[in-house]
Nanobody
Framework: QVQLVESGGGLVQAGGSLTLSCAVS??????????VGWFRQAPGKEREFVAA????????SYADSVKGRATISRDNAKKMVYLQMNSLKPEDTAVYYC??????????????WGQGTQVTVSS
């Protein structure tokens, strides 16, 4: 079982940048590899995929809505995963969730979810 805790959300002006962090704990090691994804849910909308990264960090994927503006990365030694977002838009406003999937490669659906962190982009 993996536990995930997000941080780094907040209020930012349109055009600004933000880096979200996801701290991973629990059964994690090179034996128990895990891939990580970021999702978001805006008020009144369904939760949507944002980005994902494989265990090695060499494989990443992004939603079209954030491609070119978001970078997902990870530090396995620190058990941290990051989502840097630039050129933020009001439509990026949402609760952002970190999720994990046991295995080296990201496959939907996740096994575990964090509690989420609010990101609000003001115009």
């Amino acid at each position: 079982q993996v536990q995930l805790v997000e941080s780094g959300g907040g209020l930012v002006q349109a055009g600004g940048s933000l880096t979200l962090s996801c701290a991973v704990s629990g059964r994690t090691s090179s034996t128990y590899a895990y891939a990580v994804g970021w999702f978001r849910q805006a008020p009144g909308k369904e939760r949507e995929f944002v980005a994902a990264i494989n265990w090695s960090g060499r494989g990443t994927s992004y939603a079209d809505s954030v491609k070119g503006r978001a970078t997902i990365s990870r530090d396995n030694a620190k058990k941290m995963v990051y989502l840097q977002m630039n050129s933020l838009k009001p439509e990026d406003t949402a609760v952002y969730y970190c999720a994990s999937r046991m295995g080296a490669v990201w496959v939907h659906p996740p096994d575990s979810w964090g509690q989420g962190t609010q990101v609000t982009v003001s115009s």
